[in-house]
């Protein structure tokens, strides 16, 4: 029970006092030589404190509350603990840090970073890589301890895998992971991200980039219940010809919580296919927030890339942004998007009523299935089963 | 069974029924006939309680329970049931799921116990034959993906599960070929008894060669301006609204 006080500081103070602490806890010795100098400065250039002062931080962060600067966090590494689902036990691994080097293709792919947070990430206190080679699973569940836990992990995808990794955090604090992977010709990753953020106190944010090799396929899976707040940050590159990306994200989003969805899918070759399906239930006080951009380089002819954000909200108190963004340099390309937001429709909820159905029944029964349309895509039934009872309960609660 | 008198209502401060009388008796079949704008899709979604209809004159009542007090739910409860003319798709609720959410509430309005998984889709596989629907209906998303067809089709075989007194069909006929319509007309008579009344609301004559109706009304600007019995359809047919309403 937390008994004391925290100081309140302000947001600028408060991004400086992370900036300082993130430079500081950073171990680079990980990281292969040639790599560690350049990581190194990038980091000592990095400042939060720009999210206010440059214009295109400033827009990605502008719908996003920023409370959690406002409390004086310390760094606390993470506590690897099992993960949440039994069937998921069996493909834990050890932890084996692989030693890296410049030829790692997680590495070789490992983006330049777009925003501070991300130059600060790398080379956190912990620090896992893995080589996942065919048909293997891999579950990472770390208990953060109610301070600032960061994490960055990479992965590399061997060229024609079939490979899974469930990312699992618990605990309360701020919890800080930078994840890159780098999936290898004809590889195939599943990425799971199953999320319960069970109160206020609980801050999740996912800094996600991927580089897919020719005819590469990643599919992601960010199911969230959030009383706590959350960023999703998912930035893919489709670096070789006939890759895919598909990305799902079905968001219940509880009284006072947030779920912030920033995805930037990179088109860079011909003959590359993404599209992007998310959905947010939005409950009173809660608050939803999607950024998606599409990005087609005038190289990446026959692209095809579709995008989707839907958001339901429950009670005129849940707000709902969307911002769906486009860029398209090539001209042989077919490219949609659509977003919606607002409350549930008249007609299907009389449907249900008229059959019988009492209106509180037939709300939730609705408010559920809006979600449906995202997890009914889910391959893994545990997962799914995960989603539908954790979004029944916190319906009918 | 159903009592309607003098029904005034309005949408959005239009007026649109002007002093409706209706009754409906257990076992008849009324058709109600209108050129468009009669008001006639109004008085259906007055009768099962839609939003967006205000009464301003008039009382209806169903087994002398005034039906205008009753929530939708517990309208369907008393034995109302709307075939609907525009059946919305609802993705993500499975025709399965719905079914047993509103018969087990409808159990439960009359103080039943659920049904149980076998009974349930015993019942519902029995009904299904019955409208000649596809074994992969049931597990598929409410109207979602069904031709026009389908959807009357599961209309009706909803109306077989629900088992109600009073159904009122809202242009169930408008987009069928014959073929669906003569399987819906089927499925309507088979499920006629002398406890059950029906009022269909239609354009056309057609469905009524296949539906024969006990009393045949012909509603415009929000009346009833002539009632009687099935040859009046045919009468209607063959002159039309405007000849036959200036030579009555």
Same mark, same amino acid.
């Not at chain 1, 206010?52 to 406002?70: A, G, I, N």
């Not at chain 2, 517990?74 to 034995?79: N, P």
């Not at chain 2, 296949?210 to 009632?227: A, E, F, K, N, Q």
């Given at each position: 029970?937390?008994?004391?006080?925290?100081?309140?500081?302000?947001?600028?103070?408060?991004?400086?006092?992370?900036?300082?602490?993130?430079?500081?806890?950073?171990?680079?010795?990980?990281?292969?030589?040639?790599?560690?100098?350049?990581?190194?400065?990038?980091?000592?250039?990095?400042?939060?404190?720009?999210?206010?002062?440059?214009?295109?931080?400033?827009?990605?962060?502008?719908?996003?509350?920023?409370?959690?600067?406002?409390?004086?966090?310390?760094?606390?590494?993470?506590?690897?603990?099992?993960?949440?689902?039994?069937?998921?036990?069996?493909?834990?691994?050890?932890?084996?840090?692989?030693?890296?080097?410049?030829?790692?293709?997680?590495?070789?792919?490992?983006?330049?970073?777009?925003?501070?947070?991300?130059?600060?990430?790398?080379?956190?206190?912990?620090?896992?890589?893995?080589?996942?080679?065919?048909?293997?699973?891999?579950?990472?569940?770390?208990?953060?301890?109610?301070?600032?836990?960061?994490?960055?992990?990479?992965?590399?995808?061997?060229?024609?895998?079939?490979?899974?990794?469930?990312?699992?955090?618990?605990?309360?604090?701020?919890?800080?992971?930078?994840?890159?992977?780098?999936?290898?010709?004809?590889?195939?990753?599943?990425?799971?991200?199953?999320?319960?953020?069970?109160?206020?106190?609980?801050?999740?944010?996912?800094?996600?980039?991927?580089?897919?090799?020719?005819? &590469?396929?990643?599919?992601?899976?960010?199911?969230?219940?959030?009383?706590?707040?959350?960023?999703?940050?998912?930035?893919?590159?489709?670096?070789?010809?006939?890759?895919? &990306?598909?990305?799902?994200?079905?968001?219940?989003?509880?009284?006072?919580?947030?779920?912030?969805? &920033?995805?930037?899918?990179?088109?860079?070759?011909?003959?590359?296919?993404?599209?992007?399906?998310?959905?947010?239930?939005?409950?009173?006080?809660?608050?939803?927030?999607?950024?998606?951009?599409?990005?087609?380089?005038?190289?990446?002819?026959?692209?095809?890339?579709?995008?989707?954000?839907?958001?339901?909200?429950?009670?005129?108190?849940?707000? &709902?942004?969307?911002?769906?963004?486009?860029?398209?340099?090539?001209?042989?390309?077919?490219?949609?998007?659509?977003?919606?937001?607002?409350?549930?429709?008249?007609?299907?909820?009389?449907?249900?009523?008229?059959?019988?159905?009492?209106?509180?029944?037939?709300?939730?029964?609705?408010?559920?299935?809006?979600?449906?349309?995202?997890?009914?895509?889910?391959?893994?039934?545990?997962?799914?089963?995960?989603?539908?009872?954790?979004?029944?309960?916190?319906?009918?609660? | 069974?159903?009592?309607?008198?003098?029904?005034?209502?309005?949408?959005?401060?239009?007026?649109?029924?002007?002093?409706?009388?209706?009754?409906?008796?257990?076992?008849?079949?009324?058709?109600?006939?209108?050129?468009?704008?009669?008001?006639?899709?109004?008085?259906?979604?007055?009768?099962?309680?839609?939003?967006?209809?205000?009464?301003?004159?008039?009382?209806?009542?169903?087994?002398?329970?005034?039906?205008?007090?009753?929530?939708?739910?517990?309208?369907?409860?008393?034995?109302?049931?709307?075939?609907?003319?525009?059946?919305?798709?609802?993705?993500?609720?499975?025709m399965i799921?719905?079914l047993r959410?509103a018969l087990?509430?409808?159990?439960?309005?009359?103080?039943?116990?659920?049904l149980d998984s076998a009974e349930l889709m015993s019942l519902l596989r029995e009904k299904a034959a019955l409208l000649k629907l596809e074994p992969?209906f049931l597990?598929?998303?409410?109207?979602?993906?069904?031709?026009?067809?389908?959807?009357?089709r599961a209309?009706i075989f909803q109306m077989a599960i629900l088992d109600?007194?009073?159904?009122?069909?809202?242009?169930?006929?408008?987009?069928?070929?014959?073929?669906?319509?003569?399987i819906?007309?089927e499925a309507?008579?088979a499920l006629?008894t002398?406890?059950?009344?029906?009022?269909?609301?239609?354009?056309?004559?057609?469905?009524?060669?296949?539906?024969?109706?006990?009393?045949?009304?012909?509603?415009?600007?929000?009346?009833?301006?002539?009632?009687?019995?099935?040859?009046?359809?045919?009468?209607?047919?063959?002159?039309?609204?405007?000849?036959?309403?200036?030579?009555?």
């Open positions: 029970m937390e008994s004391i006080v925290q100081e309140q500081l302000s947001l600028e103070e408060g991004a400086a006092h992370l900036t300082q602490i993130l430079r500081e806890s950073r171990d680079e010795q990980i990281l292969p030589v040639l790599l560690r100098q350049h990581v190194s400065l990038q980091a000592q250039q990095a400042e939060l404190g720009r999210i206010f002062t440059d214009q295109s931080l400033k827009e990605d962060w502008k719908y996003t509350p920023l409370d959690f600067l406002r409390r004086r966090w310390q760094v606390k590494p993470f506590e690897e603990v099992s993960p949440p689902f039994s069937f998921l036990e069996d493909w834990r691994r050890e932890i084996v840090p692989i030693p890296l080097h410049e030829e790692t293709p997680a590495l070789r792919s490992f983006p330049e970073p777009r925003s501070p947070w991300e130059a600060l990430a790398v080379g956190a206190p912990t620090h896992r890589h893995y080589t996942l080679k065919r048909d293997e699973r891999l579950s990472l569940a770390f208990r953060n301890s109610g301070e600032l836990a960061p994490l960055t992990c990479t992965i590399s995808v061997s060229p024609l895998a079939d490979c899974e990794v469930w990312l699992c955090l618990s605990g309360t604090g701020f919890s800080l992971l930078r994840l890159h992977f780098h999936v290898g010709r004809e590889g195939r990753l599943r990425l799971y991200i199953p999320d319960r953020l069970e109160n206020q106190s609980v801050y999740h944010y996912f800094l996600v980039t991927g580089y897919l090799e020719e005819y &590469a396929t990643v599919e992601t899976y960010d199911l969230t219940i959030a009383s706590g707040w959350k960023r999703s940050e998912i930035r893919l590159q489709l670096g070789g010809t006939g890759a895919r &990306a598909y990305l799902h994200g079905a968001a219940h989003v509880l009284s006072a919580g947030m779920m912030d969805a &920033a995805i930037r899918v990179e088109h860079l070759a011909p003959h590359t296919e993404s599209n992007q399906l998310f959905r947010s239930l939005v409950e009173a006080k809660g608050r939803s927030t999607f950024q998606g951009r599409i990005y087609v380089h005038r190289l990446a002819q026959k692209t095809n890339a579709y995008q989707s954000h839907k958001a339901l909200l429950t009670a005129a108190s849940a707000v &709902a942004y969307s911002r769906p963004q486009l860029e398209i340099f090539a001209d042989d390309v077919r490219c949609t998007h659509g977003v919606t937001t607002g409350f549930l429709q008249g007609e299907m909820l009389f449907y249900l009523r008229a059959r019988g159905i009492p209106e509180g029944l037939a709300k939730q029964m609705l408010y559920e299935a809006f979600l449906t349309e995202v997890i009914e895509k889910v391959p893994s039934p545990s997962l799914q089963s995960w989603a539908s009872e954790e979004i029944r309960r916190n319906i009918q609660s | 069974m159903l009592q309607i008198q003098n029904l005034h209502a309005s949408v959005e401060g239009r007026s649109i029924l002007k002093g409706v009388n209706l009754e409906v008796r257990a076992g008849e079949v009324h058709a109600i006939m209108g050129p468009n704008g009669a008001g006639k899709s109004t008085l259906a979604a007055i009768l099962t309680g839609k939003e967006g209809y205000e009464v301003t004159e008039g009382e209806v009542l169903f087994e002398g329970q005034n039906l205008l007090d009753m929530a939708p739910e517990e309208r369907s409860h008393a034995g109302i049931f709307l075939a609907f003319q525009y059946p919305v798709e609802i993705p993500g609720v499975s799921q719905f959410a087990n509430a409808h159990r439960m309005a009359k103080g039943l116990e659920p992969d597990t598929r998303s409410v109207n979602e993906g069904f031709s026009g067809g389908e959807r009357k209309e109600p007194k009073l159904v009122i069909m809202d242009e169930t006929d408008s987009g069928l070929d014959i073929d669906a319509l003569k819906v007309a309507v008579n006629r002398p406890q059950r009344a029906f009022v269909l609301i239609t354009h056309y004559y057609r469905i009524l060669q296949y539906i024969r109706p006990d009393v045949v009304h012909i509603l415009m600007d929000g009346r009833i301006v002539r009632s009687g019995d099935a040859s009046l359809a045919i009468e209607l047919e063959e002159k039309g609204y405007d000849l036959l309403i200036s030579q009555a």
